[in-house]
């Protein structure tokens, strides 16, 4: 069958935007129990609400969250570590009150911590129970009428008979709390503001009784300028952690008080903190311990031995995510690759057998809609090089005019201290699919390259990241990939920062859109959640000391040096990058008579969770494009108003 040659981004795409909603639902938070498996599913059809799934021995998979109830905790806004299980128990972090949940087996949940002050002032987060099952140790978030909020370890009965009792503060944010195999000790993570736990955290340890709480404390690694994830106990009763000490996110255990790597490799086994529970490596045997690890943006899974020796698995994916096993045999991870969505996985260590328990996408792709990325390295600012992801163009039933070169889409991931990942992504292959170029950039300051690469961005974010943004875009407008002259760049939060730096101060993009963007430094500083009202003390320097920078590198004091349209995509209940920088960027546009389109979402946080809201802002930046760029897109969508367009 031949191909219908029409205009870049007119194509008719097989992934609408109701697929980004319907087709698929979000995976995390693997939890292996006796003869089951759990994990959590995000669903943006039930208004983003988020229940754990539980998968028995016979392949029977049920919801354990009741209706009414979404397991899901913002402490730290960001949340992650919503639930632990114990048994039949499980015990989850509820959204509305955020109050801890007890629910066994079928039983309906029942409080098991008080009511908070006033509305979810008390957050709970990355809970553990004793082995014995009746005390859980977790972090808790304390919101008070004014001030900081603080944070703390609160232990409390499993039965919820009685009031969390504070048994570790005094440092800005804890991690991690996790249990030895007797419940006699607890390790446990902390960092102090201004640093960031990617910047340095540090690892403790106590002996542990629920009645006393801790003792003899005592620190073991750690400090300004190491970051330490992912503690863990062996069953053995070793402690392992992840250290990056030597330039790299390693693993290292402690035998004797003598502190050494499992593996030294140039790769990270570990990930930058910002959501709880997400490990990394899990425990096989008493000489064997499988570990997810990173190369040049992907992901690989492998099996260390104590002796040193490592086997990497040759599997289909390049991402990987959520490791547990069984303790003997089997692991279980949420994998993916550029062609294949996020999945929960079942792996035989000796055979390499796989099985798919539960797929992210309820529909199936035709491969040849798909577009693969390529990895490229490309020179930028400074003699260095970064690192991106390129999509092409790509749809069976479609083909680009002859004389024209295809549309380009930057990019920029939020974070900034985050990366562009391999995995299946609907929202990429929505425009890949239409007939845009996409590259995703992992700039200067991005996660998975070492911690040099990472701390590239210190004191410079807003140039590395926007230079390294437009050399890519040149890259491949230089190879012959794209039109130089049709180039966009999009990006949410940090990203959103990125892209109105770029299309403020300079003139490489034609267009742009920014989703909960950052537009003002000095606001980010003062008006944000504790756990990133500090981040901009590196990437910028301490505020208000260093003042001046933030105002010369924000674009919200540069609107009148924009040439080309922007669209601002905003949720109205953002707490981390509150909606009045957006409003503020609008009234500077509108002052300026500049084409922009400002569309917002009243019900959404940062970051869009509802179904009708992601279905709507695809639709609108999509709408956005086609305006600016002169196609007619293929899809009957609902116009955007842009004001100041002729």
């Known amino acids: 069958m031949s191909k219908v040659t029409a205009p870049y981004g007119s194509w008719k795409s097989p992934i609408t935007s109701a697929y980004l909603t319907s087709a698929g639902i979000g995976l995390g938070q693997l939890e292996v129990g006796h003869q089951s498996v759990y994990w959590c599913e995000g669903r943006p059809m039930e208004a983003g609400r988020v229940v754990v799934v539980r998968r028995d021995s016979k392949g029977n998979s049920a919801d354990v969250t009741p209706a009414g109830f979404n397991s899901r905790t913002r402490v730290h806004e ?49 809970a553990r129970t004793t082995p014995d099952g009746q005390t859980l140790v977790c ?65 403790w340890t106590a002996h542990f009784n629920s009645s006393d709480g801790l003792s ?139 099985g798919v328990l539960k797929s992210s996408m309820s529909v199936e792709l035709d491969a040849a809609d798909i577009s693969v990325p390529e990895p490229i390295e490309f020179p930028t600012t400074q003699g260095r090089t970064a690192f991106a992801l390129y999509y092409p163009p790509t749809n069976k039933n479609y083909s680009g005019p002859a004389d ?87 990006g949410g939060s940090a990203g959103g920062f990125t892209t109105l730096s770029a299309l403020v101060f300079h003139d490489v993009f034609s267009a742009g859109a920014s989703h909960y963007g950052v537009a003002d430094l000095a606001a980010l500083a003062t008006d944000t959640h504790k756990f990133e009202s500090r981040y901009l003390d590196r990437l910028v320097g301490p505020y208000p000391e260093a003042e001046k920078l933030y105002r010369e590198r924000s674009p919200i004091h540069f609107a009148d040096r924009l040439s080309c349209p922007v669209i601002l995509l905003q949720g109205l209940e953002d707490k981390v990058v509150p909606p009045n920088q957006a409003e503020t960027f609008v009234e500077a546009l509108r002052a300026k008579r500049l084409p922009f389109a400002y569309v917002v979402f009243p019900a959404e946080g940062h970051g869009f969770r509802q179904g009708p809201n992601i279905q709507r802002a695809a639709e609108a930046e999509l709408y956005f494009y086609s305006r600016v760029f002169g196609f007619k897109p293929a899809d009957d969508i609902v116009p955007v108003e842009i004001e100041n367009l002729g």
């Open 78 to 126: 960001y949340g992650g570590g919503a639930y632990t299980i114990h048994g039949d128990s499980v015990f989850f972090s509820n959204f509305a009150d955020q109050r801890m949940y007890r629910q066994d087996g079928t039983s309906p949940p029942v409080p098991i911590t008080p009511d908070p002050p006033f509305a979810a002032s008390l957050r709970y987060a990355d």
């Open 139 to 203: 972090v808790r978030e304390r919101h008070e009428s004014e001030g900081e909020p603080a944070n703390e370890l609160v232990a409390f009965p499993a039965d919820g008979s009685k009031e969390p009792r504070v048994i570790a503060s005094g440092h800005s944010f804890y991690a991690a709390p996790r249990f030895n195999p007797d419940g006699s000790q607890l390790c446990w993570i902390t960092w102090d503001h201004p640093n960031m736990p990617w910047d340095g955290s540090e690892l």
């Open 216 to 354: 003899n404390t005592r620190w073991v690694a750690g400090g300004a300028s190491e970051s330490i994830v992912h503690p863990d106990w062996s069953p053995e009763g070793v402690l392992h952690f992840v250290s990056d000490r030597s330039g790299w996110w390693n693993l290292y255990s402690e035998r004797r008080s003598w502190i050494a790597p499992v593996v030294a490799m140039d790769a990270e086994f570990g990930i930058p903190h910002w959501v709880f529970g997400v490990p990394r490596y899990a425990f096989l045997s008493e000489e064997s311990i499988a570990c997810i690890y990173s190369r040049q943006g992907m992901d690989h899974l492998a099996v260390v031995s104590f002796d040193g020796t490592m086997k990497t698995f040759e599997t289909p994916y390049t991402s990987f995510a959520d490791l547990r096993s069984n303790g003997v045999d089997q692991l279980f991870v949420i994998a993916a690759s550029a062609s294949i969505p996020p999945e929960v996985i079942s792996l035989d260590v000796g055979s390499a057998r796989r």
């Open 404 to 490: 024209e070169k295809p549309l380009l889409l930057v990019m920029s991931h939020g974070g900034p201290t985050s990366s562009a990942g391999s995995a299946l992504k609907l929202p990429t292959q929505y425009w890949t699919s239409r007939g845009f170029a996409v590259v995703d950039v992992n700039y200067g300051g991005s996660t998975g390259y070492g911690r040099e690469y990472r701390e590239r961005l210190n004191g410079t974010w807003g140039i590395v990241d926007v230079d390294d943004c437009i050399h890519a875009a040149r890259f491949l407008a230089g190879r012959g990939d794209v039109d130089p002259k049709r180039m966009a760049i999009r």
